[in-house]
């Protein structure tokens, strides 16, 4: 029998959209962390205030609400290639107050450090599905910058057209 991959909002993470939706104070997602759960995947709850055993936690990069859903929110983190040698099982979504308002069962992600053969950026990206996304705020590392292929080719176009009119503008 195969654990089931979901991510639902805590207990914790309810009460707060609720706050929310009532005019309180919108939720600002800060951090994401994942966790081995001690090896074995399991089925998150919404009584739960923390993961069964963290080993990475790392500031949002992005966060994005899906085009068809307005209420499905995907949040992103980046594990850089010097963290691992552990395998994933869990996941967990934290608010500026450090209180985790979404849990979540991922599949086993292996993730290698070199030492282990092999290295790699690993972006997670839990979707969590909220009553508003509207209402739900973003805070960004800083220090944590990645651009998509996509946009690193349009930039890359864009900069050969800019040439091109540059040189031709110059007579060359």
């Known amino acids: 029998m195969s654990t089931p991959v979901f991510m639902i909002p805590t207990m914790v993470g309810e009460a707060k959209i609720a706050a929310m939706l009532a005019g309180g104070d919108p ?30 936690r790392a500031g949002v990069l992005s966060l994005s609400v899906d085009p068809d859903n307005p209420s499905l929110l995907a949040i992103e983190m980046v594990i850089p290639p010097e963290e691992g040698g552990w395998t994933m099982n869990e996941i967990g979504v934290f608010d500026a107050d450090g209180d985790m308002v979404g ?24 979707l969590l599905l909220v009553t508003s996304a509207a209402s739900v705020v973003l805070s960004v590392d800083p220090l944590i910058v990645t651009a998509s292929r996509k946009y690193v080719d349009d930039q890359i176009a864009a900069l050969k057209d800019e040439s091109r009119l540059w040189a031709a503008f110059n007579g060359r």
């Not at 997602?29 to 399991?42: H, R």
């Not at 849990?103 to 839990?126: A, H, M, N, T, Y």
């Open 27 to 56: 939720l600002t997602i800060t951090e994401i962390a994942v966790g081995d759960a001690n090896g074995a995947p399991y089925t998150p709850v919404r009584t739960m205030t923390v993961l069964v055993n963290e080993v990475f």
């Open 103 to 126: 849990i979540g069962s991922i599949p086993s992600i292996p993730k290698p450090i070199l030492g282990e053969g092999s290295v790699l950026d690993l972006i997670v990206r839990p």
